[in-house]
């Protein structure tokens, strides 16, 4: 019997298990390497130090910021993907998913084209007194803007297995729309959307091209943890080394919360 099933699995290639233990070394010997070299004994001076202090509270407000953002956007079209044909549905999801893809610089520069000074419409944003780029709400944009299609395809492959007839009932006993959302969809979707909302939350957290090419990389505005560790890489690598080590453990623990929320193994 297989671990997850009553069937039995059909024999794997013997050359499978060397791959699994090469590519278990493949994403462990980095981290292996920074708990190598990291300086330990300096541990509570850097991680502690009011530079990393501020990074950190810069790295919360602008990951939170772009998780929140994420999940106002992403929700809604997550669920018109999965429930809904219109025209143009193919050309949204492409462009749903097209931030995974596109090299992260190059979105930051599309932020600028589109959101600066002199850009699609950022006079109009100035007019309103909106001021996006090298401002903490210009690094909230730029990191909502690559974990946005996480959330969104967590959120449609959620509803997709959902039976649609759940909701149906509930519209045909008198629930109007957002009742049927509150009270029928969100409760199911619960796992999809905080699992989508944490993975969204830790990409923001790690985001660095968008951020520095948008909202640059300016001390207690908008130098995230991540930038602090690539100008600390110029001066003090070893230092670096630790702020990367708590970004690793920030992960980890996502990855842990994430597998919880789906209960475990399922």
Do not use: H, K
């Not at 995230?224 to 003090?236: A, F, I, S």
Request: hydrophobic share 60%; aromatic share 6%; charged share 10%.
């Amino acid at each position: 019997m297989d671990p997850t099933g009553s069937r039995a699995n059909p024999p794997a290639p013997r050359a499978f298990g060397l791959i699994v233990w090469l590519a278990a070394a493949f994403v462990a010997l980095p981290i292996a390497g920074l708990l190598w070299r990291a300086p330990w004994t300096r541990a509570g001076a850097v991680l502690g130090s009011a530079e990393v202090r501020v990074a950190l509270g810069v790295s919360i407000i602008v990951s939170a910021g772009a998780t929140l953002l994420v999940l106002l956007l992403g929700l809604p079209i997550g669920w018109m993907l999965a429930r809904r044909s219109f025209p143009g549905r193919r050309l949204l999801r492409g462009l749903v998913i097209l931030p995974l893809v596109l090299p992260p610089v190059v979105g930051g520069v599309g932020l600028l084209a589109a959101l600066g000074r002199r850009g699609l419409i950022g006079p109009a944003l100035e007019v309103l007194g909106v001021r996006l780029p090298f401002s903490t709400a210009g690094a909230v944009v730029a990191a909502a803007f690559v974990a946005f299609p996480i959330l969104v395809l967590a959120v449609e492959a959620g509803l997709r297995q959902v039976d649609p007839r759940l909701e149906q009932a509930a519209a045909t006993l008198g629930a109007g729309p957002w009742a049927v959302l509150w009270r029928v969809t969100l409760p199911i979707l619960r796992p999809q959307i905080v699992a989508g909302c944490l993975l969204s939350w830790a990409r923001a957290l790690g985001e660095f091209g968008a951020t520095i090419t948008f909202a640059g990389n300016l001390r207690g505005r908008t130098q995230t943890l991540t930038l602090l560790v690539y100008e600390w890489l110029q001066t003090d690598p070893e230092g670096a080394m630790l702020i990367a080590l708590l970004l690793v453990l920030l992960s980890i623990a996502v990855i842990l919360a994430v597998r919880q929320g789906f209960g475990g193994e399922r």
